[in-house]
């Protein structure tokens, strides 16, 4: 079953604009992952947030996790053509030393030239 | 990019034959694993490796077999497939067990 909830399923926003997507989860985790796809490849490691971190940025990327919340969000900044894509989050739980990702659905972003 | 390979890239097959899909890496990463990707559910985990001979249970592993005989080669077994294999697979893998993975470019197979 699936632990991340994006959200929204899909969006559509305009080059320049800021994109903001949503995931969330259901139990403790120790991380949580964003990962991009592009249509017909496999899928491409964004950042990564830990328990214990609120806040991440790469490049245009920023992150947030509120685990009392159980919610992260990911923030694209003057989003662009090529940044049409599915987004996924996924988290790491605390099941031991083969603690493995758990994908939500995704959430398709398409950006308008 | 991380080096990843998987073949073959496509496959059309007749239900009840066995198929095997092969994950090669260069990385020299101890964990491997094999997802399918369907509409409507993501990707979901069928087996994972954390070493050489070492692998274990998905959340949907039922009709599909794995072996790793060596780090750089994970193959999965549908040993005889049926229409609801229909999928694209991907394998990933990882360097460490909380870290991110690394995903090759995927197998789009279709079980007639």
């Known amino acids: 079953s699936q632990q991340g909830e994006e959200d929204p399923q899909a969006l559509s926003i305009q080059e320049g604009e800021n994109a903001t997507m949503n995931c969330s989860y259901k139990t403790s985790i120790n991380n949580l992952q964003w990962y991009r796809q592009n249509s017909g490849r496999g899928l491409v490691h964004l950042i990564l947030i830990r328990s214990n971190e609120r806040e991440k940025h790469s490049g245009r990327l920023r992150v947030t996790l509120d685990t009392s919340k159980k919610s992260s969000s990911l923030l694209i900044t003057a989003s662009r053509a090529a940044d049409t894509a599915s987004y996924f989050c996924?988290?790491?739980?605390?099941?031991?030393?083969?603690?493995?990702?758990?994908f939500g659905k995704g959430i398709t972003l398409s950006v308008r030239p | 990019d991380a080096g990843i390979t998987q073949s073959p890239r496509h496959k059309v097959t007749e239900t009840g034959t066995p198929v095997t899909l092969r994950c090669h890496q260069t990385?020299?990463?101890?964990?491997m694993y094999w997802y399918r990707q369907d509409p409507g559910h993501g990707l979901r985990l069928i087996h994972y490796s954390y070493g050489v001979k070492d692998t274990d249970k998905g959340e949907v592993s039922d009709g599909y077999s794995v072996s790793r005989s060596k780090t750089e080669d994970f193959l999965l077994t549908l040993e005889s497939a049926t229409s609801s294999q229909t999928s694209v697979y991907f394998c990933a893998i990882r360097a460490i067990f909380v870290g991110p993975q690394h995903f090759g470019d995927g197998t789009r197979l279709s079980i007639l």
């Open positions: 990385e020299n990463h101890r964990y």
């Open positions: 996924a988290t790491v739980g605390y099941t031991g030393a083969n603690s493995k990702l758990t």
